[in-house]
């Protein structure tokens, strides 16, 4: 059982669907109940609204069975925040969920003090039956790529905000000068920027630190999805 944001929902039920699995995807909340005994594992991968997140998160909680793994995206909050919302906190597990990571060869997980090991290796396992490594990573907002990736793509606004180079020549000059598949700004049009500006607006909001500034071109692009500069 798959609920979130899109693209991410798609995206997982796709690469799930290929491995093998049956998808109930984007169930409505009121159907939960009589779909839950047919769930071995369910994905919650909303990012950009909590309230979406947590009436998600509870309604799982809910209906599914007390030893159904319920993994979440935790890069906009901690897999304990989240759980503080929920009655059985031990099976809850992060993941490093944005769009296009999925594509990845590795998939970071992230339990909380709560999380059992038990629930921990059910998604390691479910990983593997998508032929991905997992990475096991400490429950904290951003995670670990996401985190990076993020500033990276904040960096690169804040230059062609200044005007050091067009979208285009950046891209250009990282792929070349440090080999990246994708410059920056194509990856924040790949991942979206509204994704972006979530995962750094929780890690300003979590760490309060000037170096999670947020670019305000980050900012208008996610607000109003038009990127001026173009990439």
């Known amino acids: 059982m798959i609920l979130g944001d899109d693209p991410l929902v798609r995206e997982y039920a796709d690469v799930a669907a290929a491995a093998g699995y049956e998808i109930l995807l984007q169930p409505k909340i009121k159907n939960l109940k009589s779909q839950a005994e047919q769930v071995s594992i369910a994905l919650e991968l909303t990012n950009i609204d909590p309230a979406v997140k947590r009436s998600n998160l509870t309604a799982l909680d809910k209906v ?3 030893t159904t793994a319920i993994l979440t995206s935790s890069v906009t909050m901690t897999v304990l925040d989240q759980s503080s919302w929920l009655g059985m906190k031990h099976r809850v597990v992060g993941i490093a969920a944005l769009p296009t990571f999925i594509a990845h060869e590795v998939a970071e997980i992230a339990p909380s003090i709560h999380t059992l090991q038990s629930s921990v290796e059910v998604a390691r396992n479910f990983f593997l039956s998508l032929k991905k490594e997992t990475a096991v990573v400490q429950d904290r907002v951003g995670m670990v790529l996401p985190r990076i990736l993020c500033q990276i793509i904040n960096e690169a606004l804040f230059a062609v905000q200044q005007g050091v180079a067009s979208p285009k020549e950046i891209d250009v000059a990282m792929k070349l000068g440090m080999n990246y598949p994708l410059g920056p ?16 607006d929780s890690l300003q909001r979590d760490l309060r630190e000037k170096r999670y500034r947020i670019c305000p071109l980050l900012k208008e692009i996610a607000t109003t999805g038009n ?3 173009g990439v």
């Open 64 to 66: 599914l069975p007390e």
């Open 185 to 200: 700004l194509e990856w924040g049009e790949k991942i979206g920027f509204d994704q972006v500006y979530a995962v750094l």
């Open 227 to 229: 990127f001026w500069g």
